[in-house]
């Protein structure tokens, strides 16, 4: 049975529903000091160091943030996402793409990135997903979280 059929979190441990995927538009807008997005950002990642083990991204989250990244915004995403310890980096393997490609079929996804990420959210048990992008479409029981100031503030005030 593919992984996104399942939509029960009844096996999922308290931890586990606390989980949070961070899509790569979280990463940008908190490494761009000019939006209204970058400074709760930033204290959720703070939050996120003091209590470790919430947050989970995938490896195709660097493809997407590098490339146009400056020489300092490239350092703050290597530090923060890999080598801190910060966030949970999950894989890009055979089997997520496998899983991928049978969500994107499934769910009506056309975009190969957002569906990856979907795929990963759920492989690494996350119960919910930060993105600024609302397009992305979620298998029933995980939820949606967009990253405005307000929702941002909403998880800090929750990881308090």
């Known amino acids: 049975?593919?992984?996104?059929?399942?939509?029960?979190?009844?096996?999922?441990?308290?931890?586990s529903l606390r989980r949070i995927y961070l899509d790569a538009n979280v990463f940008i807008y908190g490494a761009e000091a000019r939006t209204e997005l970058a400074e709760p950002i930033q204290n959720l990642f703070r939050a996120f160091s003091v209590r470790r083990g919430i947050a989970v991204t995938s490896e195709l989250t660097l493809a997407e943030v590098l490339p146009k990244a400056a020489d300092f915004q490239r350092r703050y995403y290597l530090n923060l996402i890999v080598w801190s310890g910060i966030i949970d980096l999950y894989p890009v393997s055979r089997?997520?793409?496998?899983?991928?490609?049978?969500?994107?079929?499934?769910?009506?996804?056309?975009?190969?990135?957002?569906?990856?990420?979907?795929?990963?959210a759920i492989k690494a048990n996350c119960a919910r997903v930060l993105s600024a992008d609302g397009r992305i479409k979620l298998p029933e029981g995980m939820s949606l979280i967009d990253a405005t100031p307000q929702n941002v503030a909403r998880l800090l005030n929750e990881l308090s």
């Open 1 to 15: 049975m593919p992984i996104f059929v399942a939509t029960e979190t009844s096996g999922m441990t308290e931890t």
């Open 95 to 120: 089997d997520v793409l496998i899983e991928t490609a049978t969500y994107r079929r499934a769910a009506g996804m056309p975009k190969l990135a957002d569906a990856v990420h979907v795929v990963t």
